[in-house]
């Protein structure tokens, strides 16, 4: 059975900084392609950032370019999302997922295995 168990989620500044971790089991994140959707309240729930199962490249939504890092840790099975310069538009459910797809996804219902979300707020 796998279980994707996201953590890290706070309230944090604007501005400030985020580690997000998301650990699996029933899955090897190296073998799937493993990343991270968020939802805004009033908002479509959209993709972040992924990396890819085979080549390990990295995805991100270009309003986040620059400032999220999506990394794997093969010894730990997790896929941390690593956020700094925090800003309000930020705020959201961040959900970690993953998908056996050999090719890079970017919408919601490509992704098999979905976590039950953390709640990331940044106050002004």
């Known amino acids: 059975q796998v279980q994707l168990v996201e953590s890290g989620g706070g309230l944090v500044q604007s501005g400030?900084?985020?580690?997000?971790?998301?650990?699996?089991?029933?899955?090897?994140?190296t073998d799937y392609t493993a990343g991270w959707f968020r939802q805004a309240p009033g908002k479509e729930r959209e993709f972040v950032g992924a990396v890819s199962w085979n080549l390990g490249r990295t995805y991100y939504l270009d309003a986040v370019k620059g400032r999220f890092t999506i990394s794997r840790d093969s010894a730990k099975n997790t896929v941390d999302l690593q956020i700094k310069n925090l800003k309000p538009e930020?705020?959201?459910?961040?959900?970690?997922?993953?998908?056996?797809?050999?090719?890079?996804?970017?919408?919601r219902d490509d992704y098999d295995y979905w976590g039950?979300?953390?709640?990331?707020t940044v106050s002004s």
């Open 90 to 107: 930020d705020t959201a459910v961040y959900y970690c997922v993953a998908d056996r797809s050999v090719v890079m996804k970017f919408e």
């Open 16 to 29: 400030g900084s985020l580690t997000l971790s998301c650990a699996a089991s029933g899955l090897y994140v």
């Open 116 to 120: 039950q979300g953390t709640q990331v």
